[in-house]
Each structure stands twice: as C-alpha cells, then as structure tokens.
C-alpha cells in the first residue's frame, strides 16, 4: 500500500497546505515544505533512517 511521505524525513505527518498549488505540503515533523513523494512503508523507513543519520552528522558538526 502506497501512502504520501516528506521525502526528507519518510514521515508520513504531511498536510496539503495551499489549495492553489498541489504540489506544495508541508511535513509536521521536520518543517520541510515543497512537493511530497509516495511510497510504502519500506521507503518511508529508509528515509527515515537516513534523515536521523544526517540530524546525528549535524550534531556532531557542531561540538567540532
Ligand atoms: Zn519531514
């Protein structure tokens, strides 16, 4: 089953924000906002993984 996504943090908390533009959502978990991507829980988790890899790398870049 396929279900919409924030392609920066795989979470699935996406709201559509603008009624004009389609293309523009808003995550509630990381405040990405921009085009939106599908996918199943596989690629959700993935994404997700990925996106704390990077929020671990950021924190250690800021102790250095
Ligand atoms: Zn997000």
Known sequence: MLFKMCPKC????V???????WSTWKCY?????GPIIEGN????????????????KEKKEEKD
């Not at 795989?10 to 908390?13: A, I, K, L, V, Y």
Request: charged share 35%; with cysteine.
């Open 10 to 13: 795989g979470s699935n908390n």
């Open 29 to 33: 978990r990381c405040g990405y906002i």
């Open 41 to 56: 829980k596989e690629m959700s988790e993935e994404i997700e993984e990925n996106y704390i890899e990077e929020l671990k």
């Open 15 to 21: 709201k559509w924000i603008i009624p004009q533009n």
